[in-house]
């Protein structure tokens, strides 16, 4: 049975779900679980809490001072994307998109069975996607149609799935599924996650299905990434060590913090010399070290070990003054159906189906620089390609003891 852990629209749904005769088909999957009855039941896997921004980076104080399971983004004091709490019934499709602010996913199927159709994010496949959805006609056009390779997989109960950031993809559900997942932003695939944002701006998405606060997550990031930086190098530890993405990612993220009014009009409180923190970490990382050798023992620098509230550890008021994420992710969507729940599962359609398809409205050969990654974001990243990112892997763990 589901869990009815508020009052209000998580009642409703689980009644909706457990009904077999229904009206309408609606796909509940924006229902954030933390703060709830039901979130000390649900825990992320180990390596997703160890990599999750809001573990490593977002001030602890203002973590804990939410006290509510609001998923009203006035009252959230950090970005409440960590648990959702899924439950589609049978027929439920949401079509091709990619996770807001580029994140990855880990998604775990306690009941039912579902469908993925994954795309990777290559430059082409972003640049190609980016005019599908401006198109308008996403119900005439079926994205798969469009890309080299589209890869199926087909989900059951117990499974868990992991789906890297700036993947595109599709899902639906051939049996009535309940699933717990989660949304997290990391160190390995900082580039990808700015090119995402980059395309929620171009396709110009609503502002509320964005990433909570992802200016300021990325702002408390530069300013965890300064004090690990800063420690080794005033203590005589030698360079910091780190990952050839991180520091990639990180010149790139200066940048568009730099740059972009957005980000400069969303500075938090806390960050107190913005400019000053910016070029530090700039020339820290100059005298880094770069790992280009992966091992088993791999990883970012900072982590949920290390990670402590800033100075000014007051709990401060919030803007979320952010640029845009798609609306395809997180919605609620529905279709007329009146059949009840059958014990089988229905047909599934294949990635390209047979019914015709018009591309006249969208050349898939027409030239796409306008609309590569590179333009997408600024001249700095002009270097940068889009590739798939792989599985995080660890790496030596450095541990300074952080600063208060």
Same mark, same amino acid.
């Given at each position: 049975?589901?869990?009815?852990?508020?009052?209000?629209?998580?009642?409703?749904?689980?009644?909706?779900?457990?009904?077999?005769?229904?009206?309408?088909?609606?796909?509940? !999957?924006?229902?954030?679980?933390?703060?709830?009855?039901?979130?000390?039941?649900?825990?992320?896997?180990?390596?997703?809490?160890?990599?999750?921004?809001?573990?490593?980076?977002?001030?602890?104080?203002?973590?804990?001072?939410?006290?509510?399971?609001?998923?009203?983004?006035?009252? $959230?004091?950090?970005?409440?994307?960590?648990?959702?709490?899924?439950?589609?019934?049978?027929?439920?499709?949401?079509?091709?998109?990619?996770?807001?602010?580029?994140?990855?996913?880990?998604?775990?199927?306690?009941?039912?069975?579902?469908?993925?159709?994954?795309?990777?994010?290559?430059?082409?496949?972003?640049?190609?996607?980016?005019?599908?959805?401006?198109?308008?006609?996403?119900?005439? !056009?079926?994205?798969?149609?469009?890309?080299?390779?589209?890869?199926?997989?087909?989900?059951?109960?117990?499974?868990?799935?992991?789906?890297?950031?700036?993947?595109?993809?599709?899902?639906?559900?051939?049996?009535?599924?309940?699933?717990?997942?989660?949304?997290?932003?990391?160190?390995?695939?900082?580039?990808?996650?700015?090119?995402?944002?980059? !395309?929620?701006?171009?396709?110009?998405?609503?502002?509320?299905?964005?990433?909570?606060?992802?200016?300021?997550?990325?702002?408390?990031? $530069?300013?965890?990434?300064?004090?690990?930086?800063?420690? $080794?190098?005033?203590?005589?530890?030698?360079?910091?060590?780190?990952?050839?993405?991180?520091?990639?990612?990180?010149?790139?993220?200066?940048?568009?913090?730099?740059?972009?009014?957005?980000?400069?009009?969303?500075?938090?409180?806390?960050?107190?010399?913005?400019?000053?923190?910016?070029?530090?970490?700039?020339?820290?990382?100059?005298?880094?070290?770069?790992?280009?050798?992966?091992?088993?023992?791999?990883?970012?620098?900072?982590?949920?070990?290390?990670?402590?509230?800033?100075?000014?550890?007051?709990?401060?008021?919030?803007?979320?003054?952010?640029?845009?994420?798609?609306?395809?992710?997180?919605? $609620?969507?529905?279709?007329?159906?009146?059949?009840?729940?059958?014990?089988?599962?229905?047909?599934?359609?294949?990635?390209?189906?047979?019914?015709?398809?018009?591309?006249?409205?969208?050349?898939?050969?027409?030239?796409?620089?306008?609309?590569?990654?590179?333009?997408?974001?600024?001249?700095?990243?002009?270097?940068?390609?889009?590739?798939?990112?792989?599985?995080?892997?660890?790496?030596?763990?450095?541990?300074?003891?952080?600063?208060?």
């Amino acid at each position: 049975a589901v869990v009815s852990t508020q009052s209000g629209h998580y009642g409703r749904g689980a009644k909706y779900f457990e009904s077999n005769k229904r009206d309408t088909l609606l796909n509940v !999957i924006s229902l954030e679980i933390s703060k709830t009855q039901l979130c000390d039941l649900v825990s992320p896997p180990d390596f997703v809490r160890e990599l999750d921004w809001v573990e490593t980076a977002w001030p602890p104080s203002l973590k804990q001072a939410q006290n509510i399971g609001t998923n009203n983004l006035s009252k $959230m004091k950090y970005p409440k994307v960590q648990k959702y709490c899924l439950m589609s019934v049978r027929g439920s499709y949401t079509d091709f998109h990619v996770d807001f602010g580029g994140t990855s996913v880990w998604y775990h199927l306690v009941k039912g069975a579902k469908v993925f159709w994954l795309i990777p994010p290559t430059e082409e496949n972003l640049s190609k996607f980016v005019k599908w959805t401006l198109a308008g006609k996403q119900s005439d !056009i079926f994205f798969g149609d469009l890309v080299d390779r589209c890869y199926r997989i087909n989900l059951q109960a117990g499974d868990t799935f992991y789906l890297p950031g700036g993947w595109i993809h599709g899902v639906y559900t051939p049996r009535k599924s309940l699933v717990f997942g989660g949304n997290f932003l990391h160190s390995y695939n900082i580039v990808g996650q700015l090119q995402v944002t980059a !395309i929620e701006d171009i396709t110009k998405v609503e502002p509320r299905y964005l990433y909570p606060y992802f200016v300021e997550m990325v702002w408390f990031v $530069m300013e965890k990434y300064h004090s690990h930086l800063k420690y $080794m190098e005033e203590r005589g530890k030698g360079n910091s060590v780190l990952l050839e993405e991180e520091v990639e990612g990180l010149n790139l993220l200066i940048s568009r913090l730099e740059e972009n009014p957005t980000f400069q009009a969303a500075i938090p409180a806390q960050i107190k010399e913005p400019k000053i923190l910016l070029q530090e970490v700039r020339d820290l990382l100059l005298h880094a070290e770069i790992d280009r050798v992966y091992t088993d023992y791999s990883e970012p620098l900072i982590s949920r070990d290390m990670n402590v509230s800033l100075s000014d550890s007051s709990p401060k008021k919030l803007c979320n003054t952010r640029l845009i994420a798609s609306n395809r992710p997180f919605k $609620m969507s529905s279709s007329d159906t009146s059949e009840d729940e059958p014990s089988e599962d229905e047909p599934m359609p294949d990635c390209a189906e047979e019914k015709d398809r018009s591309n006249e409205d969208i050349d898939i050969n027409s030239d796409l620089s306008d609309l590569s990654p590179d333009k997408m974001l600024s001249s700095s990243a002009s270097s940068t390609e889009i590739t798939s990112p792989d599985t995080p892997r660890k790496r030596r763990k450095l541990k300074p003891s952080i600063m208060n």
